[in-house]
């Protein structure tokens, strides 16, 4: 029951693959699917495709109300976030309910830290009366049907807290034998994660526009009241008919899943075994034009044209800029990317744009690690691939206005076709791995696979994602106490 886990450490359609090894050593699987007239299958109905509109988290029944655990600046509105994050992406229903938030709605933002001194015996009852209407508010928006994750941030520091959200949750479990209580606790025992914690905690709403030595010292005196009533959570407060489902993490190190059952608790353990707390920079670089870009001409594994071998090279001056500047300082540097010729292009233009900075002293990390995957390739268009856009919508105008419809479940036809759903479920696996890095790390995809990595770490829904808009560029994702900011710069070439 607990799991304890150490993070330290189309058939007719032809096709042509071929293997390819680059001069710097990269390996990269090219497949290419030919363009079919479709005179020349006149049995060939494209138009009768099925789009893809099933979702794990609509057929199976789990309602998870998650309670956060921990002292002030412990991660848990950074844990609580990357949660809701994932799983809006992934199409479930989920929502975040501060205590904090609901406190600061109420006229009390900027309260020093006597508000919290649990001697304070009115402050005391307004932050359990407090904590109580968000559980009430979450409950009263936690759908009846489906997957959903409600999630309670706040401290909950004590057995007697605790004791009334689960009692709560047990009625609403009467009426709804689906739904069920998890506690996450998160503990930080690294002084240097513990410190670069609390200067993040600064740039909240309680601390806007103070001086930051005087915000330093009332938060830590804040940290120091409820260290006075801390009580960790233990399998002792378990009762007859009352078992207890937690995650435990120490330092997002450490792991401890303890009686996490059905399809959504295992989701949350995954991502949890996957984030971490301490502060890294995300480059999300959007590819450069193909000569294919430049014809109208969709998909295929075409080479740079002259102005996105231009862009290129310009959006590596800005990189290497950036990663100089980067406060992170991690002796490496993550670079992920697709399998295509265009993408091994922009990377070792990557490189060789940092081995000159390194070359001239600039502090830049010289190991930097590459992965090419193939979940990182753009959007596949099946049988459309090598067709340009305008004879696709002449000859396959029932295609186009499917897709025109409804772009997030709509698939192209034939092997390989796939919709935004389809990408977004690949892309998961990306996401995760940029989650784990723990230095900096960068990214060249296109537009498809861009809006997928954009959505996540911003917090878009999966139905927002076939819309966003992105524009040619560096999008910078920098970590802060609740999630990611970020920040875009142009390139001004090619």
């Not at 990269?26 to 006149?42: C, G």
């Not at 994750?149 to 709560?168: F, P």
């Not at 036809?413 to 796939?418: D, F, K, L, T, V």
Request: charged share 25%; glycine share 8%.
């Amino acid at each position: 029951q607990t799991r304890k886990t150490d993070m330290s450490s189309p058939a007719s359609s032809p096709l042509r693959t071929s293997r390819h090894t680059t001069d710097s050593g990269i390996v990269y699987r090219r497949t290419t699917f030919l363009s079919i007239p479709p005179a020349e299958f006149p049995d060939l109905d494209i138009t009768n495709t099925t789009p893809n509109t099933s979702n794990p988290f609509n057929v199976f029944q789990e309602r998870l109300v998650v309670a956060t655990i921990g002292l002030p600046a412990r991660g848990k509105s950074y844990i609580s976030d990357s949660i809701v994050r994932f799983l809006r992406f992934g199409g479930c229903p989920a929502r975040l309910f501060n205590v904090g938030k609901l406190r600061r709605s109420e006229g009390l933002e900027g309260v020093d830290a006597g508000f919290f001194d649990p001697k304070n015996a009115s402050a005391a009852a307004h932050r359990e009366s407090m904590a109580m209407q968000c559980l009430d508010e979450l409950l009263a928006w936690m759908p009846k049907t489906g997957c959903a994750v409600g999630i309670l941030d706040a401290t909950n520091t004590t057995v007697e807290r605790r004791r009334k959200l689960i009692d709560r949750c047990r009625h609403e479990a009467a009426a709804d034998p689906c739904l069920r209580l998890v506690f996450i606790e998160s503990v930080v025992n690294d002084a240097v994660l513990l410190e670069q914690n609390y200067r993040m905690k600064l740039e909240n709403d309680d601390y806007r526009g103070s001086d930051a030595e005087r915000a330093a010292a009332d938060f830590r005196d804040r940290v120091r009241k409820y260290e006075s009533v801390y009580e960790t959570l233990t399998d002792a407060e378990e009762g007859p008919g009352s078992p207890l489902h937690y995650i435990k993490l120490v330092d997002a190190r450490q792991l401890v899943a303890h009686n996490i059952r059905g399809y959504l608790g295992r989701k949350v353990v995954g991502l949890l075994g996957n984030i971490h707390l301490s502060a890294r920079t995300i480059w999300i670089v959007l590819g450069g034009q193909t000569v294919n870009d430049d014809k109208g001409v969709i998909g295929g594994d075409p080479e740079l044209s002259a102005e996105g071998e231009s862009y290129l090279d310009g959006a590596c001056q800005i990189l290497t800029s950036l990663v100089a500047a980067s406060e992170t300082k991690e002796e490496t540097l993550f670079v992920l990317t697709g399998t295509s010729k265009r993408y091994n292009d922009a990377v070792n233009r990557l490189h060789a744009a940092l081995d000159a900075a390194v070359s001239s002293g600039a502090d830049v990390p010289s190991d930097r690690p590459t992965l090419t995957l193939a979940a990182a390739n753009d959007l596949c268009e099946g049988l459309m691939d090598l067709t340009s856009k305008a004879e696709w919508e002449s000859r396959f105008p029932d295609e186009a206005a499917a897709r025109s419809t409804d772009r997030l479940n709509y698939r192209y036809p034939g092997a390989g076709g796939e919709s935004y759903q389809d990408l977004v479920a690949r892309v998961s696996g990306i996401v995760c791995i940029l989650e784990q890095s723990a230095g900096d790390s960068v990214v060249f995809c296109d537009r498809a696979v861009f809006r997928s990595i954009r959505g996540y770490f911003l917090g878009n829904p999966i139905e927002e994602i076939p819309f966003l808009d992105i524009q040619p560029g560096i999008l910078e994702l920098k970590r802060t106490s609740r999630g990611f900011k970020s920040s875009h710069y142009n390139v001004d070439v090619g």
